[in-house]
């Protein structure tokens, strides 16, 4: 590794010119998601009530038999630990260059890209790797515990909401998130709230409304093939395959907090592409006498203040846009109910676009923490010497690969999304008729979402538009 290398962690290095311009590409991507619609309405919008959002799924017995083992959660579990105390000690007592630093890799790459990622694909993850979860039964098996208090229902998702903003302000805003020292010491506090959260409030009840990445999780695994069935003891009952996406058709319950998590999930992942787009360096150099005299806390408050910005700006025109889907589809039904269930239907657009946007880091940066097993806390160490001499391919880096990759996830999920969005409105406005009229407005809203994001994900990497 040479000293001048760097963990990329926002943006995608040197730009290039598209192969034919940005324009067309986006216009395609919009046509293709416009199709999309009109397949949709052809061999689906005869689906209505109860029959829209139903799905196949098929029993897996092996799945079932591996899940009711203890080692799942045992291996997970003590992989989810390690990578926790990677974090801490890599924090504290590593190298402070990200590049140097395997904390780094293990948060913003193998856990908030990869591990997101494949829970999309796989199923939830998190289930397996959480490692306060592992914590608090080890402790558990010892210890008598007893929850003293209980959490007001009045809560909801909303600690969640917050813990989920603060760890996007880490990353976003702060201007520390390549501080391994910062990380770690982040690491720490939330590791010693949620402990105590769900030693003073519950286990379950701690995790299923105050900790954002196993709701956070739950909601991305949903997208995935194999759900799960348990009994009111938790073991479970029942493994299914079934097709991908259709599980974000359950519902989640009513709520604004589960509609903002949604949004904000859509959001942060927005702000981290716009921030690395000439048009928001020249907004910060226009500001910068503004912010510039206040320092580090004026830097983290205009970029907090964009990000809250976005966010609130995301909410209400998805809220706009559904206030029009209800008035097409002439239903009197419950609106924060409707907007709720929705708001799942956006998911599939988050899920890719994190994989678009951190394509690059996956197949190029990931691979950088093989030297560093090596000498993990540039000690001069020489545990692997394999890996030594180690070089990382840059096969499915190319600029033009990782373009066309991009629009390929982009429109795919997209087009998800669509499929999602026309089989709920199947459900909630009951005729077909109804349906494809609700659709309308968030047929607009998805091509919108698909031009826009393309043309977020091209600014690093284009010289002109």
């Known amino acids: 590794m040479t000293a001048g290398a760097h963990i990329l962690l926002h943006g995608f290095g040197q730009r290039f010119d598209l192969p034919i311009s940005l324009s067309l590409y986006l216009y395609a991507a919009g046509g293709v998601v416009f199709l999309s619609f009109v397949l949709v309405v052809l061999f689906a919008g005869d689906r209505v009530g109860e029959q829209a959002t139903a799905y196949p799924r098929r029993a897996v017995p092996w799945l079932l038999r591996v899940a009711r083992t203890p080692w799942p959660r045992r291996i997970g579990g003590w992989i989810g630990i390690l990578g926790l105390s990677i974090v801490v000690v890599g924090g504290f007592f590593g190298s402070s260059t990200a590049f140097y630093n395997p904390a780094e890799y293990v948060v913003w790459i193998y856990f908030w890209a990869v591990t997101v990622i494949l829970s999309g694909l796989v199923g939830n993850l998190w289930y397996l790797l959480n490692p306060w979860t592992a914590m608090y039964d080890a402790i558990a098996r010892f210890v008598p515990v007893k929850p003293r208090w209980t959490l007001p229902d009045v809560f909801g998702w909303w600690p969640a909401v917050g813990a989920y903003f603060l760890f996007a302000c880490l990353e976003l805003t702060s201007g520390m998130a390549s501080r391994p020292a910062i990380v770690a010491v982040a690491a720490v506090i939330y590791t010693a709230v949620t402990l105590a959260g769900m030693f003073l409030f519950g286990r379950d009840q701690w995790l299923e409304h105050c900790e954002a990445f196993t709701i956070l999780f739950s909601i991305v695994g949903r997208f995935g093939p194999l759900e799960a069935e348990r ?13 991908w996406g259709v599980g974000l058709l359950n519902p989640i319950g009513s709520g604004w907090d589960r509609v903002l998590f949604v949004i904000l ?34 830097f983290f408050f205009i970029r907090t203040l964009g990000l809250v910005l976005l966010t609130t700006t995301f909410l209400l025109v998805f809220i706009a846009f559904m206030e ?78 990782v373009w066309y990759a991009q629009i390929v996830l982009i429109v795919l999920g997209h087009i998800v999304a669509v499929f999602l969005s026309h089989l709920r409105a199947g459900e ?16 607009l809203l998805m091509v919108m979402y698909t031009m826009t994001s393309l043309w977020i994900l091209a600014q690093p990497i284009t010289k002109g538009g």
Do not use: C
Request: proline share 7%; glycine share 4%.
């Open 324 to 401: 029009a889907v209800i008035y097409f589809g002439r239903r009197s039904i419950d609106t924060k109910a409707t907007i709720s269930m929705f708001a799942l239907t956006l998911v599939p657009i988050a899920l890719v676009y994190n994989a678009a946007h951190n394509y690059s880091y996956m197949v190029v940066q990931a691979q950088y923490i093989v030297p560093l097993l090596n000498d993990p806390l540039q000690k001069g160490w020489h545990l692997w010497s394999a890996a030594a001499g180690f070089k990382p391919s840059f096969a499915l880096a190319q600029a033009a690969t």
């Open 428 to 443: 909630r406005f009951r005729t077909a008729q109804r349906a494809l009229l609700s659709q309308y407005p968030m047929l």
């Open 265 to 298: 999930m859509l959001s942060s992942l927005a702000f981290d592409g716009i921030s690395a787009t000439p048009t928001w360096q020249d907004f910060m150099a226009a500001l910068a006498p503004i912010w510039a005299p206040l320092g580090p806390f004026g």
């Open 231 to 243: 009994d009111e003891h938790g073991e479970f009952r029942a493994v299914y395959a079934r097709p």
